[in-house]
């Protein structure tokens, strides 16, 4: 019997600990390999070491994920145009800008799925919206992307939004199936985002600079990005769906908190704003979600 507690914990941790996501794929940037190459080696290398575990798998005909393509090519290839945003723009606005899911959550059940628009909801789109157009006009006054890494953090949780829809969609798929099609399908995008001609994904690595980061690359798979998202997955199967949005929220609380803290980056007031915002947006969709009749909090 699964202690009650131990789910929220772990999902409160992992939760947290992707929030730092951003760490690694900097610290890979700044040690060599251009932004497109480390976003995919981050990718990468959770597939190599999880290929001979699918491989025993197939060998047992048990699944393996590779039949996910479309939830994976979602889901990964959302955290990978996120990933690769972190590296084209402000790391709290890659943030914010992703984590404005409410409002497109919001926007597709309306119109694909023909769900009521509660007083929740218009709560969330308005905060959410708010929070979006703060981040992108608060300096400028005009709210729209002002780099490419802008653009692909707004993508990127456009995807999100639409990919957890396929996910919820289809809740009995093993943990396993999911991480390796994260990994694999996130690849796949990580792939095209590196071959783009844009200034940053210069060239790829050289032979002696892949060698002399790749026991780094394997301890971040190994140490943080399967681990992570394992837990991630594993809390989530345990949580009620309202608490469990509510505690995905530590993701950008630890993740916008660490950029203001860890980098040199402008964070002002407009991004307090934003951040308060779109966090608010993120709270009141699955608190209200709760409180809605027929649902359970």
């Not at 190599?48 to 048990?62: C, E, G, I, T």
């Not at 628009?117 to 709560?123: K, V, W």
């Not at 399908?185 to 994904?201: H, K």
């Amino acid at each position: 019997m699964i202690s009650q507690r131990l789910p929220i914990i772990v999902t409160i941790v992992a939760a947290s600990a992707w929030g730092l996501f951003w760490l690694p794929l900097r610290a890979f940037e700044e040690n060599g390999l251009a932004a497109g190459w480390a976003n995919l080696a981050v990718f990468a290398t959770p597939v190599v070491l999880l290929l001979p575990v699918a491989l025993l798998r197939m060998s047992k005909r048990l699944p393996t994920g590779v039949g996910n393509a479309a939830t994976g090519l979602l889901v990964g290839g959302a955290v990978a145009l996120y990933s690769e945003s972190v590296l084209h723009t402000d790391v709290a606005r890659a943030l914010i800008l992703f984590y404005v899911t409410p409002v497109w959550s919001t926007i597709l059940e309306a119109t694909l799925l023909k769900r009521r628009l509660t007083a929740s909801r218009t709560a969330a789109l308005v905060l959410g919206l708010g929070g979006l157009i703060t981040i992108l006009g608060g300096r400028t006054g005009v709210p729209v992307p002002q780099n490419f890494g802008d653009t692909l953090a707004l993508l990127a949780g456009m995807v999100w939004a639409y990919g957890s829809m396929q996910v919820r969609a289809n809740p009995a798929v093993v943990i396993f199936e999911t991480v390796f099609s994260f990994f694999l399908y996130g690849s796949l995008v990580a792939v095209v985002i590196a071959l783009l001609p844009i200034e940053l994904n210069t060239h790829p690595p050289t032979g002696a600079e892949f060698l002399r980061l790749l026991p780094w690359l394997i301890l971040a798979a190994v140490g943080f990005l399967i681990p992570v998202m394992w837990g991630l997955l594993w809390g989530s199967k345990h949580i009620d769906a309202g608490r469990l949005g509510i505690l995905l929220q530590m993701e950008a609380v630890v993740g916008i908190g660490s950029a203001a803290l860890l980098t040199d980056e402008p964070f002002g007031i407009v991004e307090v704003i934003g951040t308060l915002l779109v966090v608010g947006a993120g709270v009141v969709d699955v608190a209200g979600e709760g409180l809605e009749p027929g649902n359970s909090a």
